[in-house]
């Protein structure tokens, strides 16, 4: 494969079912224009089920749009909303899967710019001049606080309730998204992840380790290794993506129970 002239994708994606979990209910997806990860709840299946259909839906994308002159936020905002009534569908029709939801963290690449939508609390990471930013805001009861100035960061840390999400895609309303168009650089490395990384690996650890790993498989695998010998509470899912003067790809990736349960959109 040539160089492009314009500056295109490397990226990765890895999942794991963690150490204590017997069953992975995250999803995720990288292809050259489009990332995303996906953490389920619910009972029975409802998990797998709920971060499938929002993974599947969102990676129907490579297939359904122009390669260019995409509206970025309008289409992904689109099938989110799908996403969301899909659910509602499957949840009334069979009530095991009632209560069913899923966080949905994606990007949506045209050249440099991209759309980013976010709900729940997965995370997606900026590294860029030596410094790395959250770029997404998470929707849980101890992140409220924190932007109430009622605890502060470290005690969210340890907040007995800090697993609580108060947005997902859950079939209800028109699932509502934190939804931006953003400016890539070139040389900027990009980090989607499940709260099962950032629950166990703090952000001083993330920075070390994306910027002292330079391949994204590699990265993304330390990534997970890290969260499993922190005791892996949970399933965790790393995608990670340069952007600059690399090869055009034609690889997707298809991880956790997205890959497992092979959903259809």
Known sequence: MALNEAPALRYAARSDVGVRREANEDSGYASARLLAIADGMGGHAGGEVASSVAVTAIAALDENLPPTGVDLV????GT???VNHRLREMSEHD??????GTTLTAMLWDGASFALAHVGDSRAYMLRDGALYQITHDHTLVQSLVDDGRITLEQAAE???????LRVLEGTGDGELDLSLREAHP?????LCSDGLTGVVGPETLFNTLTDIDDPDEAARWLIDLANRGGGPDNITCIVADFGAHPVSANRFVVGAAAERKLTP
Do not use: E, F, Q
Request: charged share 30%.
């Open 74 to 77: 309008a289409a992904i905002k």
């Open 80 to 82: 989110a909303r799908d």
């Open 95 to 100: 009530p095991t899967l009632r209560g069913m």
């Open 159 to 165: 907040h007995p309730r800090r697993s609580m999400v």
């Open 187 to 191: 040389g900027d490395r990009y980090l």
